[in-house]
């Protein structure tokens, strides 16, 4: 069974900044586009970012800017570089495989996620 694997998360204050990774068993890290999502306690999973296999990196709007998605094949890793870092940007951070017609479904099981807290 694929098992994700996020890591990177902290504390940190706000206009700080952090660097999550996103690896895996296997070749679904360097092998499929990747995306990374974030929950907060209560909240429904979001959105964040992808990258396609060719690099190609894609934002939502309340991180466009501030976050840079990028990938290392040979070393099976997605990274998020987190910069400018809000307090709302507080979350467990997730990755996952999104489905080509709906990046909001995930195609392998969730792994643990990272936490993200920044403080004001």
């Known amino acids: 069974q694929v098992q994700l694997v996020e890591s990177g998360g902290g504390l940190v204050q706000a206009g700080g900044s952090l660097r999550l990774s996103c690896t895996a068993s296997?070749?679904?890290?360097?092998?499929?586009?990747i995306a990374w999502y974030r929950q907060v306690p209560g909240g429904q999973r979001e959105f964040v970012a992808r990258?396609?296999?060719?690099?190609?990196?894609l934002y939502a709007d309340s991180v466009r800017n501030r976050f840079t998605i990028s990938r290392d094949n040979a070393k099976k890793v997605v990274f998020l570089q987190m910069s400018s870092l809000k307090p709302e940007d507080t979350a467990v951070y997730y990755c996952n495989v999104p489905a080509s017609t709906n990046w909001n479904r995930p195609l392998v099981s969730w792994g643990q996620g990272t936490q993200v807290t920044v403080s004001s």
């Open positions: 296997g070749s679904i890290v360097s092998g499929n586009p």
């Open positions: 990258i396609s296999l060719e690099g190609t990196g």
